[in-house]
C-alpha cells in the first residue's frame, strides 16, 4: 500500500503543485545542485539527538529526585514534538521519492519501538513474579497487555480516578506517553495519506492542533485523567512537530531562535512546576523545542547539541526511558522512596543507564542492522511473549500461591475499599460534578452524616460505612482532589465547581454530622485556613454539627507503599534492601511536626459548641513505646501512602461512632 508516489528522481520535481505544499527533501534538492547535501536536513540532526537527551534526563531526574527537578515530567512533551517532526518528515522524504509504502513505514516502526519494549516488558514480568503481591500484579500485568496493544494510556485512563491508588510503585506506569505516540504513528500516516496532496495541508495540520490545544485547556480542569492521558488532548504536541516539517530546507533561521527555544525550555523545566500553570509550562516547553528545531541550523547550536555525551545519551534515551520506572518503581518498594539517599537512588538509575546501553548496543542496533519486513514480523511475534505472560497472570488471579505472596500475608492486608458493595455513587445532588469530585452514599437509605474532604475522607469513608452496618447511621461521601474546604476561589477551577456541589448537598435537612477530613498538615496555609474557617462557620450556620478530624501519622512518604515495610523476599540481594528499610515514626516527632495545624483545629473546635475536634492518634500510635508504626495486630494500618487502610479506617470508624454519642473530646493525647 502506497502513500500517494510520485515516482523517482528529479522528474518528481514537475508536480509544481505539490511544490507548492511540500518542503524539498535533500534527496530531491540534489537534484537541483551538489552542494545541498550539506543541508543538515539530509543527515542524522544532531540537534534533534542532542534534544532527546535532554528530555529524557529532565524525565529520569525527575523521577529520581523530584526535589531537584519539580517541572522534569515536561521533558515527555519534547519528547512529542521530536516525533511529529521526525515521523512527517519522513514521511514527506517518502512521498517525494516514490518510495512511501504503508507497510514499509509500519515496519520500520516496529523494528524501532518493540525489541526494547518486549525486553523491558518481559523483565518486569519476570521480577514481578518474586516482588510484588497478587493485587499489585494483576495490576502490573493488565497495563503489560495494554502496553503490549499500544494502549496503555487509554488503560491508565480507564483506571484513573480521584481515589486511584498511588502510582509510585506501578513499574510500567511511564508507557502512558509510548502509548500516545503509537496511536499518532498507527493513524498520521493514514491521513497525511489523505491530506499531503491538498493546498490546505499545513493549514489542515494547524486547525486540528489549535483544536487539539483546546480541548487540552478544557479537560484540564473538567477532567485532569483525560487531559493528560487522551490522545485527543496530546495531538496538539505532536502536531508542533508536524507542522515544522513542512519547513523547505531552504529555510535559514536567526540564530536568536534555537537559544530563545533554549530560554523557553529551560525556564519551563526550572519552575516550580506548579499545577495552576500546567498548561503554559507545557506550552513554553513545546515552543522551546519547536523553536530549536526550526532553529537548527545555527552553527553554534548545533555544536553544543552535538557534543558526545549528548548524542551517546540521544541515542539510548529510548531503553533509558523504558528503563528508569520500572527501577526506580522497584526502589520504591524496596527502599524509603524520597526520603532515600542521594547516592542509593543515583546506583538505581545507573543501573538503568547500564541496561539501556546495553538494549541499544545488542538488541536495536543488531536489529536496525536487518531493515526488513521479516525482521519487524518477528519483532511483532516476540512482544507476543510478554503480553501471554501477562494473560497467565490475569487467569491466575495474580498467583496468590507464589512465595512472595504466601510469606508476605501481612502486607496483603493493607487493601482499601472493602465494603464499597454497600453504597452507590450519589452526592444527592441535581449538579454534575467535575471528574474529580468523588460522591458515594450507603445503599440502605439516605444519609444523616457526611464525610467531606480529599482522599483522606475517602480512605476513612469504607470503616464508616461497614460499621454502620451496626447501626442505623447513613453515611455519605463528598470528595475533591486538592481542593480547599471552604468558599473562597482558591485552588484548581474544579474546585469551585466542587464546592457548588458540595454545599448544594449538603443543604438537606437530613444531615446532620458533617466530618471534614484532609491532608490539613500542608493545607494550613494563611489563605487555606480562611477559607476552611468559612466552611465551618456555614456548616454551623446551616445548623450541622461539625468534626473536625485531625489527620493520621506520616509513619511513610506520601507517595510510598506500606507494603514494602514489611516486605519479605526471596531474591537475595533484594531481600536485603527490603530488611534495611524501616517504617516506625516516633510518636514524639509526629506530636512536634503536627502541633501548629493541630492546634488551630482545636482553636476552631472551641469557637463553637457545635464544633468538635477528633484526633486518631492514640488510636494509630502506641503512647507507651513513643511510635507510630505502619503495622498492629497483623495487619497493615495504611494502603497507599498515607492513607489508612480497611484495618486502619475500621478501628477509626468504630471508635469515631462511639465518639459521636458521647459529649467528650475525642482522642486527645
Excluded at 509544481?16 to 545541498?36: A, F
Excluded at 514480568?125 to 494483576?138: G, K, M, Q
Excluded at 527502599?335 to 539501556?356: N, P, V
Aim: contains cysteine; hydrophobic residues 45%; proline residues 5%.
Amino acid at each position: 500500500m502506497r502513500l500517494g508516489g510520485l515516482g523517482s528522481g528529479c522528474g518528481a520535481l514537475r508536480d509544481e503543485s505539490l511544490r507548492l505544499i511540500t518542503p524539498v527533501s535533500p534527496l530531491v534538492d540534489s537534484c537541483l545542485s551538489p552542494t545541498m547535501s550539506l543541508d543538515p536536513y539530509s543527515t542524522r540532526r544532531t540537534d534533534i539527538e542532542g534534544l532527546r537527551a535532554i528530555a529524557v534526563l529532565a524525565v529520569v531526574i525527575y523521577h529520581g529526585f523530584p526535589v531537584l527537578l519539580p517541572a522534569g515530567f515536561l521533558g515527555v512533551d519534547i519528547f512529542f514534538v521530536i516525533s511529529g517532526y521526525v515521523i512527517t518528515r519522513s514521511l514527506l522524504r517518502a512521498r517525494l521519492t516514490g518510495r512511501a509504502s504503508l507497510w514499509d513505514f509500519y515496519a520500520r516502526r516496529v523494528r524501532r519501538l518493540f525489541p526494547a519494549l518486549t525486553v523491558v516488558l518481559c523483565a518486569t514480568i519476570a521480577l514481578c513474579w518474586f516482588v510484588l503481591l497478587p493485587e499489585e500484579f494483576l495490576a502490573t500485568a493488565k497495563l503489560t497487555i495494554a502496553a503490549g496493544l499500544s494502549l496503555g494510556n487509554l488503560q491508565l485512563l480507564r483506571e484513573s480516578g480521584y481515589f486511584d491508588a498511588a502510582t509510585s510503585t506501578k513499574p510500567l506506569m511511564h508507557l502512558w506517553s509510548l502509548g500516545v505516540e503509537e496511536q499518532f504513528y498507527m493513524l498520521w500516516p493514514l491521513i497525511f495519506a489523505w491530506i499531503a496532496p491538498r493546498r490546505m495541508a499545513l493549514s489542515l495540520v494547524i486547525i486540528c492542533a489549535i483544536a487539539s490545544l483546546a480541548l487540552e485547556a478544557l479537560w484540564m480542569p473538567e477532567d485532569a485523567a483525560s487531559a493528560f492521558y487522551h490522545p485527543l488532548a496530546r495531538a496538539w504536541e505532536l502536531l508542533a512537530g508536524v507542522a515544522l516539517a513542512w519547513l523547505p530546507s531552504t529555510w535559514r533561521s536567526p540564530r536568536w531562535l534555537a537559544w530563545s527555544g533554549f530560554a523557553l525550555i529551560a525556564a519551563a523545566l526550572l519552575s516550580d512546576g506548579t499545577q495552576s500553570l500546567h498548561l503554559e509550562l507545557m506550552m513554553a516547553s513545546v515552543g522551546g523545542a519547536a523553536a530549536i528545531i526550526a532553529g537548527g541550523y545555527s552553527d553554534k547550536t548545533v555544536r553544543w547539541l552535538a557534543s558526545a555525551p549528548l548524542q551517546l545519551l540521544g541515542r539510548i534515551s529510548y531503553p533509558l526511558y523504558l528503563w528508569h520506572w520500572p527501577v526506580i518503581a522497584l526502589r520504591n518498594l524496596l527502599g524509603r522512596g524520597e526520603a532515600e539517599a542521594a547516592s542509593f537512588t543515583g546506583a538505581w538509575l545507573l543501573a538503568a543507564a547500564i541496561l539501556a546501553y546495553g538494549t541499544h548496543r545488542w538488541i536495536e542496533r543488531p536489529i536496525a542492522a536487518r531493515p526488513t519486513r521479516q525482521m519487524a514480523a518477528l519483532c511483532a511475534i516476540a512482544l507476543a511473549v510478554p503480553i501471554a505472560g501477562a494473560a497467565a497472570v490475569l487467569s491466575g488471579n495474580g498467583f496468590s500461591d507464589r512465595t512472595v505472596a504466601r510469606i508476605n500475608a501481612k502486607a496483603g492486608t493493607g487493601g482499601l475499599r472493602r465494603g464499597i458493595e454497600l453504597t452507590i455513587p450519589d452526592c444527592i445532588s441535581t449538579r454534575s460534578g467535575p471528574r474529580d469530585m468523588h460522591c458515594a452514599r450507603n445503599a440502605g437509605g439516605l444519609p444523616d452524616s457526611v464525610v467531606w474532604g480529599d482522599s483522606k475522607a475517602e480512605a476513612l469513608y469504607w470503616g464508616l460505612v461497614r460499621e454502620s452496618q451496626r447501626g442505623d447511621d447513613r453515611w455519605m461521601l463528598i470528595g475533591s482532589s486538592g481542593c480547599p474546604r471552604g468558599n473562597a476561589e482558591l485552588g484548581a477551577p474544579t474546585c469551585s465547581q466542587g464546592r457548588a456541589l458540595v454545599w448544594e448537598a449538603l443543604a438537606d435537612p437530613k444531615i446532620k454530622t458533617v466530618l471534614l477530613v484532609a491532608a490539613f498538615r500542608v493545607s494550613h496555609e494563611e489563605g487555606q485556613r480562611r477559607n476552611f474557617e468559612d466552611a465551618v462557620s456555614g456548616l454551623v450556620q446551616r445548623g450541622k454539627n461539625v468534626v473536625l478530624v485531625a489527620d493520621n501519622p506520616t509513619v511513610t512518604g506520601e507517595h510510598e507503599s506500606p507494603a514494602a515495610c514489611s516486605r519479605e523476599l526471596i531474591v537475595p540481594f533484594l531481600a536485603e534492601i527490603a530488611r534495611q528499610r524501616t517504617c516506625i515514626l516516633p510518636l514524639a516527632q509526629h506530636l512536634s511536626d503536627t502541633s501548629s495545624y493541630r492546634a488551630w483545629l482545636r482553636e476552631i473546635a472551641n469557637s463553637s459548641p457545635k464544633v468538635r475536634f477528633f484526633d486518631m492518634t492514640p488510636l494509630l500510635c502506641d503512647a507507651e513505646l513513643n511510635i507510630c508504626p505502619v503495622a498492629n495486630g497483623g495487619k497493615l494500618l495504611y494502603s497507599y501512602g498515607d492513607h489508612l487502610s480497611d484495618a486502619g479506617n475500621e478501628l477509626v470508624a468504630r471508635e469515631i461512632r462511639q465518639w459521636l454519642k458521647s459529649p467528650k473530646e475525642g482522642g486527645a493525647v
